[in-house]
């Protein structure tokens, strides 16, 4: 060793293991004739190297500068040390660390080359299904712990054959601890069933399946995170028996096709949308469809979009294998019943999924953890999420500072749930509407995986103001149990915060306004709160303004009913009911009598200031939707049909001095219309451009009260792409800074980071 030689200890927290990045290191180090070792810790990736000044420098730089394709570096230390004179450089085993953590990549597709590899028959791994290296495959769905080691994954039990071994073992290979890596001799398997039955196994069963599918028949299929229904998409029988048999008579179904060009045949793409389809994350977009196709007129019931997906894992790849007589486009719907969490383990999958199915194409690598599809669309050329699963977690969100351990439970619908610890935020996988036995079980089996997976105990629990809640009610007995602090959220202001933390404003002190609707949230009066205008940050909140507040007469049915929430905001602002209107035709006169007695009498009509029930009412009105079958359905439809070049709007009433916003006049304006024949298009138009005057005008009032310039935009009625894209247009043009959801969902898929956001400044003021 020359005299000019130093030494560096190097530590990297982040998305660093499982992804190539030792073999990266080793490379790096050779090409600069660096000696040393580096290797995996239960906090990352751990570097002592030696060599000249110049050679250390660009060897740090280029560390940072040329990472593994799905490498994400939170952390980068550097420090000097002694010189230890090393003789080569080494990749040393893992060293586990107690309490020691590091994030984990999400589950990813299959990468490119890999793909080539799948399909050339001069590969060893030809039409194997479960080829994967470094750059791609599983992750997140087969991790049981860190640090992020084979036999630490569902892969334990498949021995790797020698020549796997050797690919594994070669620092200069891309399968160099790749944990997934196998191949047909030692790897998963694949077979076809039928009545408990199997008719055929490796290739054969994937036209075993493919068959099946030609003839009409509904098929599970054994994926990444869980069981997908997949039938042909162009099969109009085919996708009614999936829906009577899945008991989901309108909600969308998700679509996958072997590429893009197959999609550009039923939907407009532009490039962003592109971009998100071809993503290593491939999650589902939503698209705008086109007006004739070939595809069954009951996969998206009076939808303008379709929901698309490629194909992620090479199973699915060789499935949808584009051939003459197959078909091009699949239903790829959620493995399950409605309403109950997607299916993941085999016996569970065979026992629920039987009556739905004809025949099953199994693998034997076992799910870890279920995880559903992600949803995204483009909004303004950006991505916005509508739900956070596959691809995107658990990847953390990462925060301006260190913060405490905290445990956030989310929300009842859409639930996701949370926890705080350093400078990341962990947001849980889609778990789903938590109304049965089944998801609150897959909602504390994914918290008590976080709590293992990330080393975290901890410190104080945060869930949602509501009394009902499954999740708050998880959240209070965990923290009276474990004697640790319990902060309860007001539903909207955890949507406020979430929008800030979102767009990295966690620590601003700075007020701004929220525009904050959707359709429920309990409110701090007793009352069911959703449409909101308030001022606050992640710390307090003030309800300046909301719509006036109406009663539900029925309670939870008039969530199901627009009808009944049309007649009780005519009840309401004092407008008698005509007979003709259509809320008054679709229930009979016996309903109609009962549903004025219960308003009249105050009789289980709770009080709502929901924007999404207002929704509702306008959709039952003017003819749309008078009952739902899932959540937002009637607001869904009015959007789909309003005139895109619509500019008139009905002038809602605004006084700044009251809180509550009259709806009296828009009420008369919009039944007038109604009265002069006005088509139902044009109605919907003016209703989403009411909504967006009236956003701009309160925005206005507040900036000249509290000399506030920005707002924030969350809640599930912004999922509404007309609304949303007419309201940032105004509020643009007139110099507002408008802030919107990028990383989190809008809906109640986000409110678990605003959770724990509110709760540590609480506890902070505590």
């Known amino acids: 060793?020359?005299?000019?030689?130093?030494?560096?200890?190097?530590?990297?927290?982040?998305?660093?293991?499982?992804?190539?990045?030792?073999?990266?290191?080793?490379?790096?180090?050779?090409?600069?004739?660096l000696n040393g070792w580096v290797l995996n810790s239960s906090s990352g990736v751990e570097i002592e190297v030696e060599g000249s000044e110049s050679a250390l420098l660009t060897f740090i730089q280029a560390l940072q500068e040329q990472m593994p394709p799905l490498?994400?570096?939170?952390?980068?230390?550097?420090?000097?040390?002694?010189?230890?004179?090393?003789?080569?450089?080494?990749?040393?085993?893992?060293?586990p660390k107690p309490n020691e953590f590091i994030p984990v990549s999400p589950d990813v597709s299959i990468c490119d080359d890999c793909l080539q590899e799948l399909f050339n028959p001069a590969n060893r791994r030809y039409r194997y299904p479960f080829i994967n290296c470094t750059n791609c495959g599983p992750r997140f769905t087969i991790i049981k712990d860190i640090p992020y080691d084979r036999p630490k994954t569902s892969m334990e039990d498949f021995s790797l054959c020698p020549k796997c071994l050797q690919e594994y073992e070669n620092p200069l290979d891309r399968r160099f601890h790749a944990q997934p890596v196998a191949c047909e001799i030692c790897g998963p398997k694949i077979w076809y069933e039928e009545n408990g039955t199997t008719i055929a196994e490796k290739e054969q069963s994937l036209q075993a399946a493919r068959e099946a599918i030609k003839s009409g028949k509904v098929i599970a299929v054994k994926g990444l995170g869980g069981f997908h229904l997949a039938c042909d998409a162009s099969n109009n029988e085919a996708v009614k028996t999936l829906r009577s048999r899945k008991r989901r008579s309108d909600k969308p179904f998700a679509l996958m096709a072997f590429n893009n060009q197959i999609i550009r045949q039923f939907c407009e793409i532009n490039p962003k949308e592109e971009e998100?389809?071809?993503?290593?994350?491939?999650?589902?977009?939503?698209?705008?469809?086109?007006?004739?196709?070939?595809?069954?007129?009951?996969i998206a019931p009076k939808q303008k979009t379709l929901g698309f997906m490629l194909p992620y894992t090479p199973l699915h790849h060789l499935l949808l294998e584009p051939t003459d007589d197959f078909p091009e486009v699949l239903v790829m719907t959620s493995g399950n019943l409605s309403e109950e969490p997607i299916a993941f383990e085999d016996d569970d999958a065979i026992q629920r999924l039987s009556p739905l199915v004809d025949g099953f194409l199994m693998h034997n690598r076992?799910?870890?953890?279920?995880?559903?599809?992600?949803?995204?669309?483009?909004?303004?050329?950006?991505?916005?999420?509508?739900?956070?699963?596959r691809g995107y977690a658990p990847d953390p969100i990462v925060l301006k500072n260190k913060h405490l351990s905290i445990f956030a439970a989310g929300g009842e619908l859409k639930n996701t749930f949370g926890?705080?610890?350093?400078?990341?935020?962990?947001?849980?996988?889609?778990?789903?509407?938590?109304?049965?036995?089944?998801?609150?079980?897959?909602?504390?089996?994914?918290?008590?995986?976080?709590?293992?997976?990330?080393?975290?105990?901890?410190?104080?629990?945060?869930?949602?103001?509501?009394?009902?809640?499954?999740?708050?009610?998880?959240?209070?007995?965990?923290?009276?149990?474990?004697?640790?602090?319990?902060?309860?959220?007001?539903?909207?202001?955890?949507?406020?915060?979430?929008?800030?933390?979102?767009?990295?404003?966690?620590?601003?002190?700075?007020?701004?306004?929220?525009?904050?609707?959707?359709?429920?949230?309990?409110?701090?009066?007793?009352?069911?709160?959703?449409g909101e205008f308030l001022i606050g940050n992640c710390s307090s909140f003030e309800r300046v303004h909301h719509l006036q507040a109406v009663p539900q007469p029925g309670g939870d049915l008039a969530t199901r009913t627009p009808a009944r929430m049309a007649l009780a905001h005519l009840w309401q602002n004092k407008i008698e009911w005509q007979d003709t209107l259509p809320p008054a035709q679709a229930l009979s006169k016996t309903e109609n009598q009962v549903i004025l007695h219960q308003l009249e009498a105050s009789?289980?009509?709770?009080?709502?200031?929901?924007?999404?029930?207002?929704?509702?009412?306008?959709?039952?009105?003017?003819?749309i939707r008078q009952t739902v079958n899932y959540e937002g359905q009637a607001a869904i439809e009015m959007e789909a049909i309003a005139a895109p070049d619509e500019n008139n709007f009905y002038v809602i009433e605004f006084e700044p001095e009251l809180t509550s916003i009259n709806l009296l006049a828009f009420w008369e304006q919009l039944l007038n219309a109604i009265d002069s024949g006005t088509p139902a298009s044009i109605l919907s138009a003016r209703f989403h451009n009411s909504i967006a005057q009236l956003s701009l005008k309160v925005s206005r009032a507040l900036q000249s009260r509290y000399a506030i310039n920005t707002v924030a935009l969350s809640g599930g009625v912004w999922q509404n792409r007309y609304l949303f894209t007419k309201t940032v247009a105004l509020l643009q043009q007139n110099q507002f800074t408008v802030l919107t959801h990028k990383r989190v969902p809008t809906n109640d898929g986000g409110?678990?980071?605003?959770?724990?956001?509110?709760?540590?400044?609480?506890?902070?003021k505590k």
């Open 366 to 389: 076992p799910i870890h953890i279920r995880v559903d599809d992600s949803v995204v669309r483009v909004l303004n050329d950006a991505i916005y999420p509508l739900r956070r699963s």
């Open 71 to 95: 490498a994400k570096i939170d952390e980068f230390n550097t420090t000097k040390i002694a010189v230890q004179e090393f003789k080569l450089f080494k990749i040393r085993h893992s060293q």
């Open 419 to 530: 926890f705080t610890r350093d400078q990341y935020a962990f947001l849980s996988h889609h778990i789903g509407d938590l109304e049965n036995y089944e998801t609150l079980r897959s909602f504390e089996e994914g918290i008590n995986h976080f709590e293992k997976l990330f080393r975290i105990t901890p410190q104080a629990f945060a869930c949602d103001s509501h009394p009902s809640y499954l999740a708050s009610k998880y959240a209070r007995e965990r923290a009276q149990h474990e004697n640790l602090p319990l902060i309860e959220i007001q539903h909207h202001h955890a949507h406020l915060a979430a929008c800030l933390a979102d767009n990295g404003l966690e620590n601003s002190g700075e007020l701004v306004t929220g525009l904050i609707f959707d359709g429920t949230g309990y409110g701090t009066d007793g009352t069911i709160w959703g």
């Open 1 to 33: 060793m020359t005299n000019d030689v130093q030494g560096r200890r190097i530590t990297i927290r982040g998305i660093v293991q499982g992804v190539g990045f030792r073999p990266f290191v080793y490379g790096l180090a050779t090409q600069h004739r």
């Open 751 to 764: 409110i678990a980071l605003g959770q724990l956001l509110i709760a540590e400044n609480q506890l902070k």
């Open 276 to 298: 998100l389809l071809s993503s290593r994350q491939r999650p589902i977009v939503l698209l705008n469809k086109k007006e004739n196709h070939s595809l069954s007129n009951v």
């Open 603 to 623: 009789i289980n009509t709770p009080l709502t200031s929901s924007m999404g029930r207002l929704f509702d009412a306008v959709s039952s009105l003017i003819g």
